[in-house]
């Protein structure tokens, strides 16, 4: 089955927590993102990274960071400098150069205790 | 201003019923334009990818992309339960960053 895997569905953070997020395919895509989800406020995008070993800020980057070491993997850490870090994240893949479409994960829900 | 406006509804018609949704946009320069399918608590599914002006159909839906009015559509003909979502509209200047709308929440009344 192809598709783009997220781990934990929900996860809790407490307050000084450093916590991170999966994010796995195996579409073989170059390009992989993350975005946050708000209600009333559409996708946010956090980071994006195009090629192993390279990544850029999105429009909301702070408090956020990620590594792409792997093609299929993107792992997302919330630092505890993010000072609101409840949300719904998803992880999306797209197939560089080719089109503009991305194909999503299930998401993560991240809730603070 | 936001670069892309979506009503956020919520939007409610009876089964059967031919749904329009809407988005517009304030940059001429976005090229590529989306539709996604997001349930509650789950991913956004990809519905629709339009590139050009003018009208894509598969199945029920229909795509419509007007660039002289910076305006794009979503129809949903024959509208079913199972069709109640939240609908996002995206768009792209072609950079494979894409930005999106609220997003519409959809309920199809049986």
């Known amino acids: 089955d192809g598709g783009i895997t997220q781990s934990p569905k929900y996860l809790f953070r407490k307050e000084g927590q450093n916590v991170t997020l999966s994010c796995e395919q195996n579409?073989?895509?170059?390009?992989m993102y993350w975005y946050r989800q708000d209600p009333g406020q559409g996708l946010r995008l956090i980071y994006y990274?195009?090629?192993?070993?390279?990544?850029q800020k999105g429009d909301i980057a702070e408090g956020y960071s990620v590594s792409r070491e792997k093609k299929e993997s993107f792992p997302l850490t919330v630092t505890s400098a993010q000072k609101n870090p409840t949300a719904f994240y998803l992880c999306?893949?797209?197939?560089?150069?080719?089109?503009?479409?991305?194909?999503f994960g299930p998401g993560t829900r991240l809730l603070v205790l | 201003q936001k670069e892309v406006e979506q009503d956020p509804g919520p939007l409610s018609v009876p089964e059967g019923a031919i749904v329009s949704l809407n988005c517009t946009y304030s940059?001429?320069?976005?090229?590529?334009f989306m539709w996604y399918r997001q349930y509650s608590r789950k991913g956004p599914e990809l519905l629709m990818y339009?590139?050009?002006?003018g009208n894509k159909e598969d199945g029920r839906f229909t795509a419509q992309v007007d660039k002289s009015s910076k305006y794009i559509s979503l129809f949903i003909r024959d509208s079913q339960p199972s069709d109640s979502a939240t609908y996002l509209c995206?768009?792209?200047?072609?950079?494979?960053?894409?930005?999106f709308g609220t997003g519409t929440r959809l309920t199809i009344i049986p």
């Open positions: 999306a893949s797209s197939n560089a150069g080719n089109d503009e479409t991305q194909y």
């Open positions: 940059n001429s320069a976005f090229q590529y």
């Open positions: 579409l073989n895509h170059d390009a």
């Open positions: 995206a768009m792209s200047f072609g950079n494979e960053k894409l930005t």
């Open positions: 990274s195009q090629i192993v070993n390279d990544f």
């Open positions: 339009t590139y050009s002006s």
